[in-house]
């Protein structure tokens, strides 16, 4: 009796495995998720991006970028900062832009981190499983670069259709 309670018990933990291993697979929905979340947050980069180009070259004291650059390269030598001729005006709007650049760490890693454990975009578990696939397994981390590939190019499609539409052409 002692031997069928073992061999039952044995099957019973194989079929538990087994069934932990199906939860820890890997699925495409699991996989557009992840991807999702990926492309999401590269457009939020690419915003944040644009605002500082933006912060810089629409700023008239930075005369489109040409004055940043000097302030930027003289910027920790106070002989340097003198015979660029830096005024106070320019160190504080050259402050404005380091302090946003400053800023922009942890502003992009709180936007990702809220994206991951939003359970209704991809949640924690899910993003978890799927690092540890595409670190485990190049066939699956090669399908999850494709879909992210496949969403960008989609969306530069869906941008320059309607960049054209809006340009009359």
Do not use: H
């Not at 400053?102 to 924690?124: C, F, H, M, P, R």
């Not at 190049?138 to 809006?166: C, G, H, R, S, Y």
Request: charge should be negative; charged fraction near 35%; hydrophobic fraction near 40%.
């Amino acid at each position: 009796m002692k031997k069928v309670l073992l061999f039952g018990a044995l099957f019973a933990f194989l079929g538990l495995a087994a069934y932990a291993q199906d939860e820890e697979k890997v699925t495409d929905e699991d996989l557009a998720k992840y991807a999702n979340v990926e492309v999401t947050f590269d457009n939020y980069v690419n915003s944040k991006t644009e605002e500082l180009k933006s912060m810089i070259l629409e700023n008239e004291i930075f005369q489109g970028g040409g004055r940043y650059n000097e302030i930027k390269a003289a910027w920790d030598d106070e002989a340097k900062m003198t015979e660029a001729k830096v005024t106070e005006e320019e160190k504080v709007a050259y402050e404005e832009v380091k302090e946003f650049q400053a800023s922009l760490q942890g502003v992009l890693k709180e936007y990702k981190t809220g994206l991951i454990v939003d359970e209704e975009i991809l949640g924690a578990g899910t993003y978890n499983k799927v690092l540890k696939a595409t670190n485990d397994d190049p066939t699956i981390k090669e399908k999850l670069d494709n879909m992210i590939a496949e969403m960008k190019a989609k969306q530069a499609a869906e941008k320059a259709d309607t960049t054209k539409v809006t340009d009359g052409k």
